[in-house]
Nanobody, 123 residues
C-alpha cells in the first residue's frame, strides 16, 4: 500500500482546508485509517481516525468540532476537512494505516505512511 497526502497550504486563522490521502492497493477499504500531525519540535500526535467503513470516527480533543475525517472507499481516499483553523494547527499532516488493534493512538504501530503535507496557519 502506498499513501499520497495532499491539500496542505498556507492559510489565515479561521480559514478551512481539506486534506486528501490517496491510497494504492486493493486492501485499502479494509483498513481503518488515521491522520497524525507533527509540529516543529514536537512529537507526532494523532488528529483523527476512521473505521474501515467510515461509521466510526475518533478525534483529538484539540480538533473536536472543527475537523472532520471521512473516506470514500470507491476512490481509495481518506479526507480531513479542517475548519476554523488556528495557528496551533500548523504542522506537517500525515495519513497512516492500517490502524492497529492496540495502542493505535501512537504512531509506532502503523505500517504505511503518506509523505506528509504541510499546513501553515498564520494569525
Amino acid at each position: 500500500v502506498q499513501l499520497q497526502a495532499s491539500g496542505g497550504g498556507v492559510v489565515q486563522a479561521g480559514d478551512s482546508l481539506r486534506l486528501s490521502c490517496a491510497a494504492s492497493g486493493r486492501t485499502f477499504s479494509s483498513y481503518a485509517m488515521t491522520w497524525f500531525r507533527q509540529a516543529p519540535g514536537k512529537e507526532r500526535e494523532l488528529v483523527a481516525s476512521i473505521s474501515w467503513g467510515g461509521g466510526s470516527t475518533y478525534y483529538a480533543d484539540s480538533v473536536k468540532g472543527r475537523f472532520t475525517i471521512s473516506r470514500d472507499n470507491a476512490k481509495n481516499t481518506v479526507y480531513l476537512q479542517m475548519n476554523s483553523l488556528k495557528p496551533e494547527d500548523t504542522a506537517v499532516y500525515y495519513c497512516a494505516g492500517p490502524r492497529p488493534t492496540t495502542h493505535w493512538t501512537r504512531p509506532d504501530g502503523y505500517d504505511y505512511w503518506g509523505q506528509g503535507t504541510l499546513v501553515t496557519v498564520s494569525s
